[in-house]
């Protein structure tokens, strides 16, 4: 048996971590350097683009205990353990299938890790230098993975099963402020991997986080054997990604695609929850966006992308068949899906539909029907919508905001809603300018708005086809601003009439509806419409 043991090699000056974001830290790898006296008893290695202190290979303990019989996985019984960290400059083969520190790679491939069974911390793939990535014996990270401004046009670990921490590919958030490197390469550039095509992980069990940003030549994600992400799932930015399949059961606690260029197709097939929460401790590794923020326990679909001829690309197909409970923020905006579908859904913390719509050149079409039949729980025993929100910034308009617990807005084409029954929302009502819309049976049991100590109101303005407040009869209690205008076809008396049962602190506003304004007068019944025959 023969074991490695590899000096640790200490960062000084050096800024790999450093120019990274206050809460990132790869650990400690080579310090720049002029010459071997600087490198305590290491050797400072001239023939790098920038010189560092490295350690001195093949210097073992001599403990061989001759040739196996070569029978079995050599990842079973691993005997080549590098103890502390791992500077890799060269592609020379290592004989290294086990490292107890971190990684980081700077050499023109990874052909020197072509044994590497397991690393207990951080893998670092980061370098302009490096144009191949090919980890064919790892099965598990203990840290992140990472890889980001790199030439490589693949990532391939067909043999990994598991990332504990972040699994990182792309653009991330480094630090703006110069002095934290304090003048000295290496600087981690704000690149992505500029030659990225494919990303082959198919034994992949299980991550901490997963991050895919910015990647603008990633045609197709797919990791057929992720079943858990136990934080945030983004993919996000990737101008040429054209399909999602993700076999993910539960996500810890955001999931989030957004501004994805081609993406058409988004499949989610045993996606069962969305969590409101984190599962990692607090040390673990967590990489910021470049844009917005998302509430814990979200699921954010936007499409807000341009092709090369400046036309919007919207997504035309959701597949979330098993999904059951998002405890944040359930949205999806700018999407052209003719219908959505979520027949397993029971619990949100608030629903966002906004903005569904054709805007493309010479397209015409939208979200035109939504089906959530089991809908009727915030998870805390109650029938409702608690209004957890996100900022504004983060819908493709502005009319759904923090405080609304039901946003359903500005999808021209839509004409049919079927959300279930709940009896009360914690935050904001809003349904505006839905110009097809007829009906709002399916707010049929709401009885209380505004349940919430901080937030309230109803919004229900510029539906062009609106012809009643059916739906709203249950309504008995209502905090916060109640505007209803701009419904050319809305007798206004309905809404005296809705105004004269309501008890509350309610600021009314009501004009511009079907004039003229008629003595208070019923409204309608729901009976008979949208209840479905389930069987």
């Known amino acids: 048996m023969m074991r490695l043991s590899f000096a640790s090699v200490i960062v000084g000056a050096g800024c790999w971590g450093a120019c990274l974001a206050p809460d990132v830290d790869f650990g400690a790898f080579a310090k720049t350097c002029a010459s071997d006296a600087e490198c305590a008893g290491l050797i400072c290695d001239l023939s790098l683009e920038v010189p560092r202190c490295?350690?001195?290979?093949?210097?073992?303990?001599?403990?061989?205990?001759?040739?196996?019989?070569?029978?079995?996985?050599?990842?079973?019984?691993?005997?080549?353990?590098?103890?502390?960290?791992?500077?890799?400059d060269s592609s020379t083969p290592?004989?290294?299938?086990?490292?107890?520190?971190?990684?980081?790679?700077?050499?023109?491939?990874?052909?020197?890790?072509?044994?590497?069974?397991?690393?207990?911390?951080?893998?670092?793939?980061?370098?302009?230098?490096?144009?191949?990535?090919?980890?064919?014996?790892?099965?598990?990270?203990?840290?992140?993975l990472v890889m980001f401004n790199t030439g490589a046009p693949s990532l391939s670990a067909p043999k990994l099963a598991a990332v504990d921490g972040l699994l990182g590919i792309g653009q991330f958030r480094i630090s703006d402020d110069n002095d934290e490197c304090d003048g000295n390469p290496p600087c981690l550039a704000r690149d992505r991997n500029a030659a990225l095509t494919s990303v082959n992980l198919p034994l992949l069990d299980s991550v901490g986080r997963l991050r895919v940003i910015d990647e603008p030549l990633l045609t197709e994600l797919s990791l057929p054997a992720l079943t858990t992400v136990d934080a945030d799932l983004i993919i996000?930015?990737?101008?040429?990604?054209?399909?999602?399949?993700?076999?993910?059961?539960?996500?810890?606690?955001?999931?989030?695609?957004?501004?994805?260029?081609?993406?058409?197709?988004?499949?989610?097939?045993?996606?069962?929850?969305?969590?409101?929460?984190?599962?990692?401790?607090?040390?673990?590794?967590?990489?910021?966006?470049?844009?917005?923020?998302?509430?814990?326990?979200?699921?954010?679909?936007?499409?807000?992308?341009?092709?090369?001829?400046?036309?919007?690309?919207?997504?035309?197909?959701?597949?979330?068949?098993?999904?059951?409970?998002?405890?944040?923020?359930?949205?999806?905006?700018?999407?052209?899906?003719?219908?959505?579908?979520?027949?397993?859904?029971?619990?949100v913390g608030s629903l966002y539909l906004e903005a569904n719509t054709g805007v493309a050149l010479g397209h015409d079409g939208g979200m035109n029907a939504v089906s959530m039949p089991l809908l009727a729980s915030n998870g805390d025993g109650t029938t409702g919508i608690v209004g957890a929100g996100l900022t504004p910034a983060r819908s493709g308009g502005t009319n759904c905001t923090r405080d609304t617990s039901l946003c359903i807005s500005a999808n021209t084409f839509l004409t049919s809603v079927s959300i279930g029954a709940f009896g009360t929302l914690a935050g904001e009502l809003t349904i505006l300018e839905n110009s097809q819309l007829t009906s709002l049976c399916f707010l049929d049991g709401l009885s209380a708005i505004g349940t919430s100590a901080t937030s309230g109101g109803m919004f229900i303005s510029f539906n062009e086809a609106l012809t009643s407040l059916a739906g709203l009869s249950s309504l008995t209690t209502m905090n916060g601003q109640f505007t209803a205008n701009g419904n050319a076809q809305l007798p206004d008396c309905q809404v005296t009439t809705l105004l004269d049962a309501l008890s509350g602190d309610t600021s009314p506003q009501h004009e511009n509806n079907l004039p003229p304004s008629n003595p208070a007068c019923p409204i309608d019944s729901c009976a008979g419409e949208g209840e479905g025959e389930g069987e």
């Open 54 to 88: 490295v350690s001195i290979a093949g210097e073992g303990e001599g403990e061989g205990e001759g040739e196996g019989e070569g029978e079995g996985d050599p990842c079973d019984s691993p005997t080549e353990t590098v103890t502390g960290d791992l500077f890799v």
């Open 94 to 144: 290592l004989p290294v299938q086990v490292v107890t520190g971190d990684i980081i790679v700077d050499a023109g491939s990874t052909t020197a890790l072509g044994a590497l069974c397991r690393i207990d911390g951080d893998l670092v793939i980061t370098s302009s230098r490096v144009l191949q990535v090919s980890l064919p014996e790892l099965r598990s990270v203990g840290g992140n």
């Open 236 to 347: 996000s930015e990737n101008a040429t990604l054209a399909s999602v399949d993700i076999a993910v059961q539960e996500v810890g606690r955001i999931l989030d695609l957004d501004g994805n260029g081609l993406l058409r197709t988004v499949h989610f097939p045993r996606l069962t929850r969305v969590s409101n929460g984190t599962l990692l401790d607090d040390d673990v590794i967590i990489t910021e966006l470049s844009y917005g923020s998302t509430s814990p326990g979200s699921f954010v679909l936007v499409s807000v992308s341009e092709d090369a001829n400046g036309n919007y690309q919207e997504i035309e197909e959701l597949e979330i068949p098993l999904l059951v409970s998002v405890e944040g923020t359930f949205m999806v905006t700018d999407t052209v899906i003719p219908t959505l579908s979520a027949p397993a859904l029971t619990t």
